[in-house]
């Protein structure tokens, strides 16, 4: 999403995070199931949000994600916000303005439940 926008990561914003899933009736599995997310924000002049964040929309569309959310539009905050997930894999994207920092924007990528190689699926 980074070179899509145009933008470089700045370092010192990426994190990582790691989850347990939760089932229907909120069981947490013993199997190592885990969510994960990544998040990371690129450094990109605020007249440039707008376009890239449609850039972005475009890849992703052609890439079979469902756009769940999308606006550019200044008189809100954040202006330019983007949401889509995949409808078979998954997985789910933000692409949005950073409030903290007109010159970032913020981009999350989010999967769903993983079941690590070779580990056998608990069952309820």
Known sequence: MARTAGGEIAE????????ACLGRNGEVAEDGRFEHS????IELPPEDHAQAVLDIREILEEKGFEINGYRSDPSVSPANALDARHPEEGQSVTAQDFTGNENHLLLIVSTPCLLPPDVEQQQF
């Open 12 to 19: 010192d914003t990426k994190k990582v995070n790691f989850y």
């Open 38 to 41: 990544y998040s990371a924000r």
